[in-house]
């Protein structure tokens, strides 16, 4: 079961890291500097959706309390 874990690992390893390296060789970086940016970039897009999701939330709940339903005219 180890020796699964290493090969998947190790695959992972080698294909996956392997575009955030030619990605830095190409612009001139460290390697490092770029998967941190991926990081980063990774919680900010999290970030920013769930801070839509709560903004969504709240003004579905302001316009549930402004906006009523009326039956009829005259209930102005």
């Given at each position: ?45 999290f ?5 839509f ?24």
């Open positions: 079961m180890l020796k699964l874990v290493y090969r998947i690992r190790y695959y992972f390893e080698r294909n996956g890291f392997y575009v955030s390296s030619r990605l830095a060789d190409r612009l001139g970086m460290r390697v490092k500097s770029v998967r941190l940016f991926f990081i980063y970039l990774s919680f900010a897009t970030g920013i959706g769930f801070a999701y709560l903004t969504l939330a709240f003004w579905l709940r302001l316009k549930d309390l402004v906006y009523t339903k009326r039956t009829s005219v005259f209930d102005l």
